[in-house]
């Protein structure tokens, strides 16, 4: 019997990631993960962590590592994913949680794909979609600390071999279909 598929999908705020993860997720049979979604609810449902979350968010910065692992590590446990796999969609985004998710999920993990788009267009496309937390300078932050704490990952992902960079330019289309063939040829 092979093990469930364990991905991860990387890329900068506005790269399209999250619409690409939902569909991703959808072909493979896997659960689709949104650490950004599952804070998002946590805010609406004004919970502790909401609480705790909703300025940091509001602002572009990051939530504590220690939050973060601990929440994503309890996901991974839930018999949905630990039977059907997981497509993880926002996380791990520094190097601290990269180590805790290699320690808690290394054994299932299968392969990163980045999507891959210019800062430019990106910015551009975040301007368009107009989320309540998406203003000037959130963007800015979000960018500058995709860059310091998470670009990183790559080459720590590629370094085990469990990377695939995917051209996130064309038509969503177009993106999904090269994500796919990434996943099919790992
Ligand atoms: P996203 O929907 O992935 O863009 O996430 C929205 C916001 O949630 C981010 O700007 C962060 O404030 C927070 N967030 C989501 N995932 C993480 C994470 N893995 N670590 C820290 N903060 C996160």
Known sequence: MSSPLGLV???RQGSGKGTQAVRLAER????????GDMLRAAVNEGTELGLAAKALMDAGELVGDEIMNGIVAERLAKPD?????????????TEAQAKAFNE???ASFDLALNLDVPVAEVTRRMLDRGRDDDTAEAIARRLELYEAETAPLLALFASEDKLAVVDGLGSPDEVFDRLVAAVESR
């Open 104 to 106: 808690f999920a290394g």
């Open 9 to 11: 999908i990387l890329g």
């Open 28 to 35: 493979f049979g896997v659960v689709h993960i949104s650490t």
């Open 81 to 93: 994913v630990v039977a059907g796999g997981y497509l993880l969609d926002g996380f791990p985004r």
